[in-house]
């Protein structure tokens, strides 16, 4: 039983941190001053790592030849507060448990484990289009750092600084007092800089070897995504997002999903 579980728990592990969380469900109906929104859900990630170059080259062929796990969910908490005039500032965090950097050891039952965060912060640039539409700009920045696994038996220490520009388009329906539909469509473009140093098996057994100050990594992102809000009593939003997202890195390029699901709430103002 206890081998068990400690195979569950490395299962859990390879849901591995530094997955970008490739969502947006935000729209561009501003919000007013002082009122704010929260949420909570099931977010989609992009794994970029195993698109990068590393050294020496053996370590190339073996993390560009074993893709592992290049999909994973999320479970981001999101905030966004209005300032007034169109204006928004709207962030995202999450914290996860990933491997220790040097692995199991010898005398060790279970691997330690590590945390992981991953945090947003986008401004959001509302203007109204009549006729219940709204069109929106959302420039942000993310950082991240944990401890991976990239492919099995092999572990990146890293660090991410993510830019990116999501560009929004909503139109608002509202069929009651009670009921309101917002669907949005989404652009975004985003650059992703890595820096990690990796951890792999060594030659002989419980043996690793350290492959320190790994090359910069850059990575570039482009989305396109739809999305629904579907507000009830115009306080509990629930929101649904799918897309799609092409990624490219310094060995290879991928399409992959982007799908968001979740429920918050908006609040009145503050001030």
Known sequence: MIKRIGLLISVLL????AYVNNSHPRNAVPLKAGEHRSSYGIAS???LTYMGRYKPDSLNTKIQSRESG??????PSLGDIGLGKGYALGFQIGFFVGPSFKGRGYDELFEKVSLCYDLKVNVQKSFNLGDNKYI?????VGIGKGIEYIVFDYRSRYKRLSLELPITVSKLYEYSPNVEHIF??????????L???INGRGEGAWSTIDYLDQPLNRFQRYAI???MDIRIRKNLNITLQGGAEHSSGESSAKWGPIFYLGMGRKMKPLF
């Open 136 to 140: 929106a700009a959302f420039p942000g």
């Open 14 to 17: 390879l849901g591995a941190c």
């Open 184 to 193: 949005s469509l989404t652009a975004r473009g985003a650059m992703d800089w």
């Open 225 to 227: 995504m739809g999305h």
């Open 195 to 197: 820096h990690s140093d």
């Open 70 to 75: 290049v999909f994973s969910l999320q479970r």
């Open 45 to 47: 990630t992009n794994k």
